[in-house]
């Protein structure tokens, strides 16, 4: 997943895309990108570490990074 001149950011769409969109659907897709990724505008973007980490089964890694609490209604 990680090759020369990859994005580090990914869209949803292209999440979707490395992980399988037949296994990751649009929702899934928000709801990791809400609290694994980060809004630049309207956009929501999902660090390539987060889209390996899941890919690879390493979940246990993502909760055990620092960030902001998560935000929600």
């Known amino acids: ?16 895309e490395a992980l399988g969109p037949d296994k990751v659907g649009r929702d899934l897709a928000y709801a990791i990108a809400r609290r694994y990724g980060v809004r630049l505008g309207r956009r929501l973007l999902v660090p390539l570490r987060v889209a390996e980490a899941i890919a690879e089964g390493r979940m246990e890694e993502l ?11």
Not at 63 to 73: F, L, N, Q, V
């Open 63 to 73: 909760e055990k990074t620092p960030g902001p609490p998560p935000r929600g209604r």
């Open 1 to 16: 997943m990680n090759a020369p001149g990859r994005a580090r950011l990914l869209t949803v769409a292209e999440l979707r």
